[in-house]
């Protein structure tokens, strides 16, 4: 059973909370309510399933095995930033 279908049949409404989310994008309003309109469910049941997939708890959930390791780990670094300054500049001698 979906984390939707679990709470339409109301095994979940003792254990749900109330939200209210603000501040929330024009772009993620938008694409929030064409899912629920593709889908044929309510905003709150679109925005349930999104919250849920994206925190790889629902079917359908998007899982990263590629670079996670590295994800948050950039450290600023003044020489490398002037070494690939250098690899950008174009010696115009070259193109005579």
Do not use: C
Request: proline share 2%; no cysteine.
């Amino acid at each position: 059973m979906t984390a939707l279908q679990a709470y339409g049949a109301g095994t979940m409404r003792e254990q749900t909370k109330q939200y209210t989310i603000r501040r929330v994008p024009g772009r993620v309003d938008k694409l929030l309510r064409e899912r629920a309109t593709r889908y044929g469910v309510s905003l709150n049941q679109a925005a349930l399933t999104a919250l849920a997939q994206g925190l790889g708890i629902e079917e359908g959930a998007v899982v990263h095995h590629d670079l996670d390791d590295l994800a948050g780990s950039w450290v600023q670094d003044g020489e490398f930033d002037r070494a690939m300054a250098e690899m950008h500049r174009i010696d115009p001698a070259l193109w005579q």
